[in-house]
């Protein structure tokens, strides 16, 4: 199975930070790899699919990076409703995996 | 508008069993994946499996953790997939989503399950 390790596990930021969450995988993935957001009680959220290509309807500070085994999600200036939690997974290969998730909270 | 709502959660005992159910609306229904996520309390999402869509004989595919216990089958005629869960555990009291395409576009609300005595 292909593991995903995403880092920070949980990281404290103030508005208008910059945030990068980075996503790590087991083996090569070539760009298969989504980013969500999760809030309290709520199902996720997409935003990046195929590793950096923004669904429709997300903001444009958030962007994502990477190809292989390496992969950033990146909030370019952080809003009060950023603070969530957020997720990798790849979809190269059954089973397909998240990341145990990067809480983001407020400072 | 794309759609999709899940049922069928609920109280079941050790052992027990339970099948929820994705209705879809909004797409044209055989054409696409639907996936299986859960997420249990204080823990990650997890993926629990998928249907292929027709171009793939809507094969089955599932995680290491439910395998032969769940079993993912789709009824095009009503646009929707289910998910039967036997000899169900602890571990597995979570809110099931169900969930479309490599990337997951779209998400249902959720139901949750909770196994308890």
């Known amino acids: 199975d292909i593991q995903m390790t995403q880092s920070p596990s949980s990281l404290s930021a103030s508005v208008g930070d910059r945030v990068t969450i980075t996503c790590r995988a087991s083996?090569?993935?070539?760009?298969?790899l989504a980013w969500f957001q999760q809030k309290p009680g709520k199902a996720p959220k997409s935003l990046i699919y195929?590793?950096?290509n923004l669904q429709s309807g997300v903001p444009s500070k958030f962007s994502g990076s990477g190809s292989g085994t390496d992969f950033t999600l990146t909030i370019s200036s952080l809003q009060p409703e950023d603070f969530a939690t957020y997720y990798c997974q790849q979809f190269h290969a059954y089973p397909l995996t998240f990341g145990g998730g990067t809480k983001v909270e407020i400072k | 508008e794309v759609q999709l709502v899940e049922s069928g959660g609920g109280l079941v005992q050790p052992g027990g069993s339970l099948r929820l159910s994705c209705a879809a609306s909004g797409f044209t229904f055989s054409d696409h994946y639907i996936d299986w996520v859960r997420h249990a309390p204080g823990k990650g999402l997890e993926w629990v499996g998928r249907s292929e869509n027709k171009d793939y004989s809507y094969t089955a595919q599932y995680a290491a953790s439910v395998k032969g216990r769940f079993t993912i089958s789709r009824d095009d005629s009503k646009n929707s997939v289910f998910l039967q869960m036997n000899s169900l555990k602890s571990e597995d009291t979570a809110v099931y989503y169900c969930?479309?395409?490599?990337?997951?576009?779209?998400w249902g609300q959720g139901t949750l399950v909770t196994v308890s005595s």
């Open positions: 083996q090569g993935i070539s760009n298969d």
């Open positions: 969930a479309r395409d490599n990337g997951a576009t779209y």
């Open positions: 195929a590793a950096s």
